[in-house]
Nanobody, 115 residues
Framework: QVQLVESGGGLVQPGGSLRLSCAPS????????RGWYRQAPGEQRELVAS???????NYADSVKGRFTISRDNARNTVYLQMNSLKPEDTAVYYC?????????WGQGTQVTVSS
């Protein structure tokens, strides 16, 4: 089974930036969408940003203008550039890939925004 490997989380001060990366451990064909979700303590997992196979993007209202989802087809990697981070962005971030017959999740990476 294909696994997604995430990296790039950490501790950052308010107003800072981080870039998350997510790549599969194997090949995934016929990808329909890639996305990033997050889950804060005591909260439900929520969609942060997604990109379909055409490159159309969708963002949660809370991150519009601050976060950018992108992909590198050659590396089969999806990124989440996070700028102007706020304490309320603190959460575990998960990447997600949906393809024909496959829904894959990453293990999660912690993002903590604190001074």
């Amino acid at each position: 089974q294909v696994q997604l490997v995430e990296s790039g989380g950490g501790l950052v001060q308010p107003g800072g930036s981080l870039r998350l990366s997510c790549a599969p451990s194997g090949s995934i064909f016929s990808v329909q969408s890639r996305g990033w979700y997050r889950q804060a303590p005591g909260e439900q997992r929520e969609l942060v940003a997604s990109m379909d196979f055409r490159g159309n993007t969708n963002y949660a209202d809370s991150v519009k203008g601050r976060f950018t989802i992108s992909r590198d087809n050659a590396r089969n990697t999806v990124y989440l550039q996070m700028n102007s981070l706020k304490p309320e962005d603190t959460a575990v971030y998960y990447c997600n890939v949906r393809a024909i017959g496959i829904v894959a999740w990453g293990q999660g990476t912690q993002v903590t925004v604190s001074s």
